[in-house]
């Protein structure tokens, strides 16, 4: 039986690839943020002590919708850890075995800067240049390293920061949100079908809604 470690799996998307994980036979462990707070260093190290897993998941909730202009020293320091270190930490301290796999649950705005989510543009983009560079890493230990984009999925983040939900809807060319399930299910596939060729890269996850090609 294969081991899982879902970030941040206690709702939304991380909780929807918990479960879809469950469905193929796999021990998960789903944290939620008051067992593991990436944005507290002292917790992330004490929660990455002595950890294995085949499948590791980082995934955190993002941080207020905020312009350049008004965010605080403190903010900035927050998610630095949250979205940046804490998962840095968090990679050099979990094992994940031979052939296993780490996803990254970022989000668009890794592609398309948004000026209304300065904190999340920044540092998840950082992580982003991390992550792809370690994929070679542990590519040679057949280790898939695969990043998920998210755009608009109907999450309770989603509705937080987007105040005009309905009307976002109808700019999407697929006329609705995603559901998270869809990527808990993408998640599964990826793992029941033993795919590893796939590595080192960003999925768009957000139903045709970019402009970008890259």
């Not at 990043?147 to 060319?173: C, F, H, Q, S, Y």
């Not at 060729?197 to 402009?211: E, K, T």
Request: hydrophobic fraction near 40%; charged fraction near 25%; aromatic fraction near 8%.
């Amino acid at each position: 039986m294969k081991k899982a470690i879902v970030l941040g799996g206690s709702r939304g998307i991380g909780k929807a690839i918990a479960d879809s994980l469950k469905t193929i036979d796999c021990d998960v462990i789903a944290t939620s943020r008051k067992e593991l707070d990436t944005s507290n260093l002292d917790s992330v190290k004490k929660f990455a002590q002595d950890k294995e897993t085949d499948i590791l998941v980082l995934n955190t909730g993002g941080p207020p919708a905020k312009e350049f202009s008004s965010v605080t020293v403190e903010e900035w320091q927050k998610y630095h850890n949250q979205l940046f270190l804490g998962f840095c930490v968090l990679l050099q301290n979990i094992t994940v075995r031979n052939g296993g796999y780490i996803f990254l649950i970022s989000s668009s705005v890794i592609k398309e800067p948004n000026p209304r989510l300065v904190i999340s543009s920044a540092y998840r983009l950082a992580f982003t240049s991390v992550f792809k560079l370690l994929s070679k890493d542990f590519g040679a230990r057949e280790i898939s390293c695969i990043n998920i984009a998210p755009g608009l999925i109907d999450t309770d983040r989603m509705r937080e920061v987007i105040a005009n939900a309905e009307d976002m809807k109808k700019t999407i060319p697929m006329k609705r949100f995603g559901k998270p399930e869809e990527i808990g299910d993408f998640v599964k596939a990826i793992i029941e079908n033993n795919i590893k060729y796939l590595s080192g890269v960003v999925i768009n996850f957000d139903g045709a809604s970019s402009n970008y090609t890259l």
